[in-house]
């Protein structure tokens, strides 16, 4: 396919620098529908390297194949699917561009917003929680229509790898460069690819080991709940020589919850899921059982309702995503269709890069919603001293956990 492709596209701005390239959020001229541009160096694909010269798994031509596949899967069906729909795959001499749906901010960056509005009575704590159960719900349906139906595994589930219309509530899965199909006679998922963002990882990655990647999926649900929930990760590595993962890991999540001052914000259902996530890989809850675990099934009714009156649900989503679009002003004025664009424009662009895979995640401050005496804080960048435990995760190790009677 040829770049003149692109001439059907109006590029707005750059969203933020991947490993390979970056994103850019654009228009279908002929559709009117917002999409998301994700460019990769063809010299660094062919050898694996991100731009900073490390070694990557990463592989853009392995998403547009996972995302037409999906795409195609659901493509006869009324339900809104939880991920970003594959639209159109060109390249050039250069570089590679997938071009897929616009599904919204992350839902890392929805939960910033979602905890401060929290801490300053614009939200209650109550609400919240009936918002995190709802989308934890969807996700999950979402990843086990991936395991059973696709028997693809996603391997890197993180917030920052879900987008969601705040409007309407609708999240998307994107960012399938790790992902894997199991299409196998034995339909075994014993996987030995070690990659996946630091923070998210389960004990057997870590350990690299061979493991089952339906599992890993389920433990990185598990650490995005805890975040949902309490603005903190539990652990910054599920390593026996981090002291919170073994106390977690030994089976002290309760007392953990009562020595952090977290209880308030872990429903008693959730707290029981965690439990059931937070253990080896032969102990773990599958994704099945979730699905019937008490704290995803009240949800389920809630997500059925959702999806009721899908046209005008689709035709409220699709308004309020350009909402959300032009809110913020655009950093590309010139709107051109080579491929300069996309790797060569001078204007600033205030997005991070995203992490590598050994790596915890360059992300912006998350402001957990609880004040903790057993957790001391030290802020390495500049914060806003108004609100209490704020800190870049990237520097979570500065949570120094303290187990005391």
Same mark, same amino acid.
């Given at each position: 396919m040829e770049t003149r492709i692109l001439n059907d596209y109006v590029c707005f701005k750059r969203v933020a620098n991947t490993l390979q390239g970056q994103t850019i959020l654009a228009m279908n001229k002929k559709t009117k529908k917002l999409?998301?541009? #994700?460019?990769?160096?063809?010299?660094?694909?062919?050898?694996? =390297?991100?731009?900073?010269?490390?070694?990557?798994?990463?592989?853009?031509?392995?998403?547009?194949?996972?995302?037409?596949?999906?795409?195609? #899967?659901?493509?006869?069906?009324?339900?809104?699917?939880?991920? =970003?729909?594959?639209e159109r795959f060109v390249k050039d001499s250069e570089n590679y561009y997938l071009i897929e749906e616009y599904g919204g901010i992350d839902l890392y960056e929805f939960t910033d917003q979602q905890h401060f509005f929290v801490k300053h009575g614009k939200l209650s704590l109550k609400q919240w929680q009936l918002q995190i159960q709802y989308l934890i719900g969807l996700v999950i349906n979402t990843v086990r229509f991936f395991h059973h139906e696709c028997s693809l595994t996603h391997l890197d589930l993180s917030l920052e790898n879900i987008v969601i219309n705040p409007n309407t509530m609708n999240i998307k899965i994107c960012d399938f460069g790790l992902s894997l199909f199991f299409e196998n006679e034995q339909k075994s998922f014993i996987c030995n690819q070690y990659a996946g963002k630091t923070l998210y990882k389960s004990p057997e990655i870590i350990e690299k080991k061979p493991f089952d990647a339906r599992l890993a999926d389920v433990w990185a649900i598990g650490i995005m709940l805890f975040i949902l929930l309490t603005g903190i990760p539990p652990f910054e590595i599920a390593s026996s020589t981090n002291a919170r993962f073994q106390y977690i890991f030994n089976g002290n999540f309760n007392r953990f919850l009562k020595l952090c001052n977290l209880e308030d914000y872990v429903p008693k259902d959730a707290k029981d899921l965690l439990i059931r996530i937070f253990k080896p890989e032969t102990k773990r809850i599958t994704i099945e059982q979730m699905l019937s675990h008490p704290y995803v099934s009240k949800c389920n009714k809630l997500i059925i309702d959702s999806q009721k009156n899908d046209l005008e649900n689709k035709e409220k989503h699709w308004k309020s995503l350009w909402q959300l679009a032009i809110s913020q002003?655009?950093?590309?004025?010139?709107?051109?269709?080579?491929?300069?664009?996309?790797?060569?424009?001078?204007?600033?662009?205030?997005?991070?890069?995203?992490?590598?895979g050994s790596q915890l995640p360059i992300i912006s401050t998350l402001s957990p919603i609880a004040t903790s005496k057993t957790l001391s804080i030290s802020l390495s960048s500049p914060m806003s001293s108004s609100l209490p435990l704020t800190s870049s995760m990237s520097n979570i190790s500065d949570y120094n956990f303290q187990i005391s009677d």
């Open positions: 999409v998301v541009i #994700k460019t990769a160096s063809r010299k660094l694909h062919k050898y694996n =390297v991100a731009m900073n010269g490390e070694y990557i798994q990463e592989n853009i031509l392995r998403e547009a194949h996972i995302l037409q596949s999906l795409s195609k #899967k659901i493509s006869n069906s009324s339900n809104n699917c939880g991920f =970003v729909e594959f002003p655009s950093q590309i004025t010139t709107i051109k269709t080579s491929s300069s664009l996309f790797l060569n424009t001078t204007t600033k662009s205030t997005s991070k890069p995203k992490s590598s």
